[in-house]
């Protein structure tokens, strides 16, 4: 009898054990496309020069409570692409550079996270500030040999059995075959709603069983791939913390019909801005940290059930933060007003509205009033020469234009960016990735399971077994 009673009591404890330690209901995973320790370190580092002292401002992820490097190698490199390396985050799988969802023999497939928390009855909601097939949105429910075959890998999350997506638009949504039904029909067919923008959300979610949130179809006409950087934002434009907030909006909705939810959040400009060697990346991590918040605001409503965690697939630009001297001045990047890329688009506009009247005087103000040169931003007499020197051999079309990932930059374009990072004592590797550590952050429950050295193929896992969901063992 007493050896009953002991094991009755063991059984209690053991249960106001797990009820203590509670049961991840609703998962956010953050992923940083391309962001590494230095970029988030940068961040921070300019939030507190903006300031004007020497240290940080504290973002909200990187303040989290558990913290862990990862490494990111893929099965066939060591250095990994955002396929191989979402893949690892998914599903726990390593495969070959280029792949998604697929062994490295790039046939056979496998279950990922989104997969086990729909099992487990839970909604699920993938989102993304690129396009919704790209890399590591596709990670989540495609199974494909090559990442750029976008049409197949949109076919797959229109008869995929999530809930939500979100992101710019699809690639490639015309189908094939001629006179058949484009990704839009064919999403509508399986019971999706698309709205474009976040008001359209709006108006459209209370009757929606399914969503697709895309940007407006004006911002799609000028690029598909991706919703605009953060520094050239307009107020029309969609935005990560609209997508998650919609996210969070429509997921918790479905609580009539599910139990709980997994929501996974991309930051995908972070890598586009590092593959540029763009400074403006920083706006992009302060522009995911925001999403973050949103996260946040509802980990603080519902603390004993929900997990967020923030990583990323890979480094990108072998960042370094601090050149020659022992000097660091991020507060100059504040005069930036475009990005790169935008620079170069403004430049060839300002060239077709002047004619034969653009002038290095012109070009000269134009860069004072959008990067804060020869004003906020002292510059060597040498630094200007090269400046002149390249605009007037894109002038006279003998420029060399600089191609990157997702951009092409014209000489000059390519020399104002260079000039702004030795301002600022900031400099790259490369242009592609790296295989520096990227890190992880973690709050909520289940979050102690985040720590030391760890590698990309765990960090799912461990998010799985925080929820309680079968597929990751």
């Known amino acids: 009898m007493k050896n009953k009673i002991f094991a009755l009591i ?3 404890f053991a249960a106001i054990q797990m009820m203590a330690e509670g049961k991840a209901k609703y998962v956010f995973y953050f992923i940083g496309d391309g962001m590494g320790v230095n970029q988030v370190n940068a961040a921070e580092t300019y939030l507190g020069a903006l300031e004007g002292r020497i240290g940080i401002k504290e973002l909200c992820f990187p303040s989290f409570p558990y913290t862990a490097l990862v490494n990111t190698q893929s099965a066939t490199n060591g250095v990994t692409d955002s ?11 390593k495969t070959r550079n280029g792949c998604l969802g697929v062994l490295k023999d790039k046939e056979t497939p496998f279950s990922c996270i989104a997969d086990w928390a729909r099992d487990a009855g839970a909604a699920v909601g993938i989102a993304t500030s690129v396009s919704v097939d790209h890399a590591t949105p596709a990670a989540f429910y495609a199974h494909v040999g090559d990442r750029g075959s976008s049409y197949i890998i949109g076919q797959q999350l229109v008869n995929s059995g999530n809930d939500f997506y979100a992101g710019s638009d699809f690639v490639s949504p015309k189908n094939p075959q001629e006179g058949g039904p484009d990704l839009y029909r064919q999403a509508a067919d399986k019971g999706f709603t698309i709205a474009r923008g976040y008001k359209d959300y709006q108006k459209k979610a209370g009757k929606a069983s399914r969503m697709i949130l895309l940007q407006s179809e004006e911002a799609s006409k000028f690029d598909r791939h991706s919703i605009p950087f953060a520094i050239d934002r307009t107020k029309k434009d969609l935005t990560l913390t609209d997508i998650t907030r919609a996210a ?4 918790t909705k479905k609580q009539s019909e599910k139990d709980g939810f997994f929501l996974m959040v991309e930051g995908g400009k972070i890598d586009w801005a590092c593959h540029g060697n763009d400074p403006s990346f920083i706006h992009e991590v302060i522009d995911m940290d925001n999403a973050i918040r949103v996260a946040y605001e509802f980990y603080q409503q519902h603390p004993d059930e929900t997990l967020i965690v923030v990583t990323a697939d890979h480094e990108t630009g072998g960042l370094v933060l601090g050149r020659g001297r022992y000097e660091l001045h991020l507060d100059l990047l504040s005069h930036q007003r475009m990005s790169i890329g935008k620079l170069g688009f403004m430049l060839h506009g300002l060239r077709e509205k ?3 009247n653009y002038t290095w005087d012109l070009a000269k103000a134009f860069l004072t009033e959008n990067f804060g040169f020869w004003d906020k931003v002292k510059l060597t007499d040498k630094q200007t020469a090269r400046l002149k020197e390249a605009f007037e051999k894109v002038l006279a079309g003998k420029g060399k234009d600089t191609k990157t990932l997702y951009q092409s930059d014209d ?19 490369n242009t592609g990735h790296s295989n520096g550590y990227v890190p992880c952050f973690a709050i909520g429950a289940g979050a ?4 030391g050295r760890i590698d990309n193929t ?3 896992k461990r998010i799985a077994e925080a929820a309680g969901w079968e597929g990751g063992k």
Do not use: M, Q
């Open 354 to 356: 002047h004619g034969n």
């Open 458 to 460: 765990e960090i799912c």
């Open 248 to 251: 969070v909006n429509f997921l």
């Open 83 to 93: 396929a191989a390396g979402g893949t690892a985050l998914a599903s726990g799988n």
């Open 411 to 429: 000489e000059f374009a390519s020399t104002v960016r260079a000039t702004i990072c030795e301002c600022a004592h900031i400099d790259w590797g």
């Open 448 to 451: 102690e399971k985040i720590h």
């Open 10 to 12: 063991c059984l209690l």
